[in-house]
C-alpha cells in the first residue's frame, strides 16, 4: 500500500552553510512524487536525510510513527527496510554479474534459501524488462539497462517506499520515456511511495501526482501537478516551463540590476498542462486523479489547450 512521509520543520546545514530550512511536506502514501531544484539545491541531501542517512539540524521525518532523525539506530535499522533506492548510477557492484548483484539484499537482509532468492531475483527481472540478462556485467550492458537493474535491485525487498535519485540523468529522451513509463507502471502494480529527484522537465510534468521546488535554502512550493503547473509564483513558473526570464540566474539568484534589466519583458503564456503518463495497462493508478481535477476544485483555469489527448510538445519551452 505504500507508506506517508511526513517532514516537519527539516533542516540541515553542513558547517556554516546551511543546504534547505524549515522544510515541511508530506509524501502521501502509494503516490509518485518529483522533487525539482536547481543545481546544488539540496535534493540528493534531502533524499539522504529521509532515508536516515544524514543527520538534521532540526525537524522531524516520520515514518509509521517513528521520527527517523531521532530514533535509535535499532529502529532506523528496521525502518530502513521500508526504503528501496535507485541511485544515480545504479550503485552495482562491477565484478558481480546482474543476478548476483540484485540478489545481494536478499542475501544479506533475508534468510531466503537458493532457489527462494532466484525466484525473487527473476521475478523482479521480468518486473523491469531485463530476464535474459542475468549473467552480464554491469560494464556491458547500457546506462538504460543498468538503471533497469538498479531499480530491480531498489524492488527486491518489497519496499513500501522508493527513492530515485536521478533515474534519467545520463540517458537519452527516447529512454527516458521508457523508464517513465516503468516507473508508472511500477507504481501502479506495487502501490509503494515514490518520490523521483530530477532534472527533466518532462518527466516532472507528466509523471507525478505532486511536485515539489526547492530553490534558495527552502521549499518554494510543494504540491498537486496541477497546482505547480498552473503556478504564476515567478520560481515555479521559471523553473516548470524552463526560462530563462525569471529571479533564477546561472549561479542562484538573480541580483537587483538583472531583474530590473527584464521587468519590461513579457513573459510568455504558460503552456498546457499535459496529461499525466498513464499505466500502459489503460487501468487508473490508485492516486491517479481526473486530467483537471485540482484545477476546477481550486477555481483555476488551466492555459489554453491543457489535457489535450494530442498534445505532443510538453514543456513549452
Ligand atoms: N556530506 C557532505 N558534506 C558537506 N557538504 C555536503 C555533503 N553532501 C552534500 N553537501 C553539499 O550540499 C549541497 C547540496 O548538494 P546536493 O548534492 O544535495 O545538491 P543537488 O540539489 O542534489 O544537486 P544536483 O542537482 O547538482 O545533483 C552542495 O553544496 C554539496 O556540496
Redesign the pocket.
Known sequence: MGVEIKVEHLTKS?GK?L?WGDVTLTIPAGEICVML?P???????FLKTLIGLLKPDRGSVIIEGTDIATCPERELYEIRKLFGVLFQDGAMFGSMNLYDNIAFPLREHTKKSESEVRDVVMEKLDLVGLLGTEDKLPGEISGGMRKRAGLARALVLDPEIVLFD?PDSGLDPVRTSFLNQLIVDLNAQIDATFLI?T?DINTARTVPDNIGLLYHKHLAMFGPREMLLSSEEPVVRQFLNAQKVGPIGMSEEKDADELAAESDQDLPALPPIPMQLEPSNGIPRRSQREPGAWCEENGITPPPGSFDQNMSMTTGA
Open positions: 553542513f552553510q543546504i531544484g543545481s546544488g539545491t539540496g535534493k540528493s541531501v536521478e529527484v532534472h
